[in-house]
């Protein structure tokens, strides 16, 4: 049994890793290695490497595979069209093979504070801010598309198996959130860099007077709020 999976983080391939037979053959990829651990800290089954998935697949890894796994792509795929993608995930995937896609609905995005004595103000004003500016260059992100997954799946020869949606566990929250707001500090250093004070956000300093006052919100509590959105494919 082949299997890749499709993300920055290791953590679904190295979990899995435990609960397989040590036959199973473990790839990851991600467009840089910079976040891998070293080798020798992986499971022997597991091998990690670089794969740009929008660009043309590698002849030896073209339908190598029995599974497919892939996550998070919410911030990368461009215009609302993952068909290109799946295009790409169809190659890596051995006729018959399988596809699982774990992604975050974007059109779900909200603020959320534990109790009304929490000023959630900072955040909600940023994340406002965000999802007008991510709409256009360098982002062109459109989420629209994620709530329709499995349909996406069954325009790329895919038979659905399952299709689900996940509320966010308040256990999960806090992680969570620190994932997103480092993922704002970037995009807005991004928009920055390239509209200055022209930008949504203000200038260098109003944005991190601002991102402060967020940060200080989160830590008391206040969290950001997605659903995740999955779909199980297999490759006619």
């Not at 609960?19 to 910079?34: A, M, N, R, T, Y």
């Not at 790409?88 to 699982?100: H, S």
């Not at 198996?161 to 996940?166: A, I």
Request: aromatic share 10%; charged share 25%; proline share 4%.
């Amino acid at each position: 049994m082949s299997v890749v999976v499709l993300h920055a983080s290791r953590c679904w391939l190295i979990d899995l890793a435990r609960q397989v037979d040590p036959s199973w053959k473990l790839e990851g990829f991600d467009i840089s290695d910079l976040q891998y651990p070293v080798k020798e800290y992986l499971p022997e089954n597991v091998s990690l490497g670089i794969l740009d998935i929008f660009g043309d697949i590698p002849e030896d890894l073209v339908g190598k595979f029995d599974i497919v796994h892939i996550r998070a792509f919410v911030l990368v795929v461009k215009c609302g069209n993952p068909g290109p993608l799946i295009e790409n995930l169809n190659k890596l995937l051995k006729p018959g093979g399988y596809l699982q896609w774990d992604e975050w609905d974007g059109a779900t995005i909200k603020v959320h504070t534990p109790t009304s004595r929490v000023d959630k103000g900072a955040t909600e004003f940023i994340f406002s801010q965000w999802r007008i500016m991510v709409k256009d260059a360098p982002f062109n992100l459109d989420f629209t598309y994620q709530s329709h997954l499995a349909d996406h799946l069954r325009k790329h020869q895919f038979d659905v198996l399952d299709s689900f949606r996940k509320p966010v566990r308040n256990d999960d929250r806090k992680a969570w959130t620190d994932d997103w707001m480092m993922a704002l500090d970037e995009a807005g250093s991004n928009v920055l860099a390239r509209h200055g004070a022209r930008s949504l956000l203000g200038t260098a300093g109003q944005f991190q007077e601002m991102f402060d006052r967020a940060l200080a919100e989160t830590q008391k509590g206040v969290s950001i709020e997605v659903e995740m959105i999955g779909a199980v494919g297999r490759k006619y």
